[in-house]
């Protein structure tokens, strides 16, 4: 069985840092997309950031492009989140593809696997 499991999330101050990380188990996405995505509350679920394959290409929304890096490392996903600002508040999920990319990085749809989720609150 596939599971992500997120952590690192919690109530920071703007312009602070967090890094999210991500396990996965059940399955090897060595060669496989993985990413972040976050929804804010009312909001629809957002791209954030992705990395194609361990030691491959990544990408980012332009909201998050200077202040966020992701990274892999084996089996696990990460996120360093700096210069943090209220807007970034949001539950930050970890996603995975089983395969290819039909719809694109950024797209929700492109993903297999989801973490159950981890807050990240940003206060002003």
């Known amino acids: 069985q596939v599971q992500l499991v997120e952590s690192g999330g919690g109530l920071v101050q703007a312009g602070g840092s967090l890094r999210l990380s991500c396990a996965a188990s059940?399955?090897?996405?060595?060669?496989?997309?993985m990413g972040w995505f976050r929804q804010a509350s009312g909001k629809e679920r957002e791209f954030v950031a992705s990395?194609?394959?361990?030691?491959?290409g990544t990408y980012y929304a332009d909201s998050v492009k200077g202040r966020f890096t992701i990274s892999r490392d084996n089996a696990k996903v990460y996120l360093q989140m700096s210069s943090l600002k209220p807007e970034d508040t949001a539950v930050y999920y970890c996603a995975a593809s089983g395969g290819g990319i039909t719809y694109g990085y950024h797209s929700p749809r492109s993903y297999n696997y989801w973490g159950q989720g981890t807050q990240v609150t940003v206060s002003s």
């Open positions: 059940g399955r090897n996405f060595n060669r496989n997309y």
């Open positions: 990395s194609s394959w361990s030691g491959g």
